[in-house]
C-alpha cells in the first residue's frame, strides 16, 4: 500500500514551475454514516479508475502546466482526513501513484454525521498551502444533506472563497429528487462561482462514470473557456 503523498514531497515537484499551475483541484469524498463498506469501495475504487482513464489522463497532462491535486474524504465536523496530499499532476506516473494511493485507502471515519459545511470550509482551508494558480476548484460528493453543525451558507461566510468553484456530484439522488431533496440542496446551496456545475450518479455503481465525466469537465474547462450554462446563479 502506498502511503499518502506528503505535502513536502509534493511541493517539490513544482521545481520552479509553481507560477505555471493551471488549476488547483480538490477532491471531497463523502464517507459520513449513510454510506457503507460497500458504498465506500465503490466511491475508492471508482474515483481511483476514473483517475486512470485514459482520457482524463489526457485531460491532466494536456499542458506543460500543471494540475496540483488534493483529495480528502469527509464526514462529520472534525473527520476530514487527507488521502492524497497536494501533489503536481507532472506526469502518468505521478497520476498512477495518486490514484493508487486512493484505491488502497481505507476509511478513517466510521458513523459520523454529514457535517458538509465543515467539508467545504476544511477544503477552502486546504488551498490557501498551494502556489498560486490560475483556477482553483472544490469538487464535493455526497448522498446527503448537511445534518450537523453549520452549512454551506455559513462555510461560505466564514472561510476564504473567492475566486474558487465549488461543484457537486450527487450520490443515490433517486429517493432525493422533491423540491426539498438533495439535488436541489446542492444546486441551491452548495455550487459556487461562474460556471459552478452538478453531475449525478443515480447509484454509488455510477460513481467512477460520473466522476469520470465530472473530471473532464473540470479539467478542460481552463483549455477551452467556460461554457456559459450553469446549474446554479453565481454567488460570492
Same mark, same amino acid.
Given at each position: 500500500?502506498?502511503?499518502?503523498?506528503?505535502?513536502?514531497?509534493?511541493?517539490?515537484?513544482?521545481?520552479?514551475?509553481?507560477?505555471?499551475?493551471?488549476? %488547483?483541484? +480538490?477532491? %471531497?469524498?463523502?464517507?459520513s454514516?449513510?454510506?457503507?463498506?460497500?458504498?465506500? %469501495?465503490?466511491?475508492?475504487?471508482?474515483?481511483?479508475?476514473?483517475?486512470?482513464?485514459?482520457? +482524463?489522463?489526457?485531460?491532466?497532462?494536456?499542458?506543460?502546466?500543471?494540475? #496540483?491535486?488534493?483529495?480528502?474524504?469527509?464526514?462529520?465536523?472534525?473527520?476530514?482526513?487527507?488521502?492524497?496530499?497536494?501533489?503536481?499532476?507532472?506526469?502518468?506516473? +505521478?497520476?498512477?501513484?495518486?490514484?493508487?494511493?486512493?484505491?488502497?485507502?481505507?476509511?478513517?471515519?466510521?458513523?459520523?454525521?454529514?457535517?458538509?459545511?465543515?467539508?467545504?470550509?476544511?477544503?477552502a482551508?486546504?488551498?490557501?498551502?498551494?502556489?498560486?494558480?490560475?483556477?482553483?476548484?472544490i469538487? +464535493?460528493?455526497?448522498?446527503?444533506?448537511?445534518?450537523?453543525?453549520?452549512?454551506?451558507?455559513?462555510?461560505?461566510?466564514?472561510?476564504?472563497?473567492?475566486?474558487?468553484?465549488?461543484? !457537486?456530484?450527487?450520490?443515490?439522488?433517486?429517493?432525493?429528487?422533491?423540491?426539498?431533496?438533495?439535488?436541489?440542496?446542492?444546486?441551491?446551496?452548495?455550487?459556487?462561482?461562474? !460556471?459552478?456545475?452538478?453531475?449525478?450518479?443515480?447509484?454509488?455503481?455510477?460513481?467512477?462514470?460520473?466522476?469520470?465525466?465530472?473530471?473532464?469537465?473540470?479539467?478542460? #474547462?481552463?483549455?477551452?473557456?467556460?461554457?456559459?450554462?450553469?446549474?446554479?446563479?453565481?454567488?460570492?
Open positions: 500500500m502506498l502511503k499518502t503523498l506528503g505535502i513536502c514531497a509534493a511541493l517539490g515537484l513544482w521545481s520552479g514551475a509553481a507560477d505555471a499551475c493551471r488549476l %488547483a483541484l +480538490v477532491l %471531497a469524498m463523502d464517507v454514516n449513510s454510506v457503507d463498506a460497500r458504498e465506500d %469501495a465503490l466511491q475508492r475504487n471508482g474515483l481511483a479508475s476514473a483517475l486512470l482513464h485514459p482520457d +482524463v489522463q489526457d485531460a491532466f497532462l494536456v499542458s506543460s502546466d500543471p494540475v #496540483s491535486l488534493l483529495i480528502f474524504e469527509w464526514s462529520g465536523q472534525y473527520n476530514q482526513d487527507i488521502i492524497v496530499d497536494w501533489v503536481a499532476i507532472t506526469s502518468p506516473e +505521478v497520476l498512477f501513484n495518486a490514484a493508487n494511493t486512493v484505491a488502497n485507502s481505507t476509511r478513517i471515519a466510521r458513523d459520523s454525521p454529514t457535517s458538509l459545511g465543515y467539508a467545504l470550509g476544511f477544503a482551508t486546504k488551498l490557501r498551502e498551494v502556489p498560486a494558480c490560475a483556477n482553483r476548484t469538487d +464535493v460528493a455526497g448522498d446527503g444533506k448537511n445534518n450537523h453543525g453549520f452549512g454551506p451558507a455559513e462555510a461560505y461566510a466564514a472561510f476564504p472563497f473567492d475566486n474558487v468553484i465549488v461543484n !457537486g456530484l450527487v450520490i443515490d439522488a433517486g429517493s432525493f429528487a422533491g423540491n426539498d431533496g438533495l439535488i436541489p440542496f446542492y444546486r441551491n446551496e452548495v455550487l459556487r462561482g461562474p !460556471g459552478a456545475f452538478l453531475e449525478i450518479a443515480t447509484r454509488f455503481e455510477d460513481f467512477e462514470e460520473t466522476m469520470r465525466r465530472k473530471l473532464l469537465r473540470e479539467l478542460l #474547462s481552463q483549455m477551452i473557456g467556460r461554457t456559459g450554462a450553469t446549474d446554479t446563479p453565481t454567488r460570492g
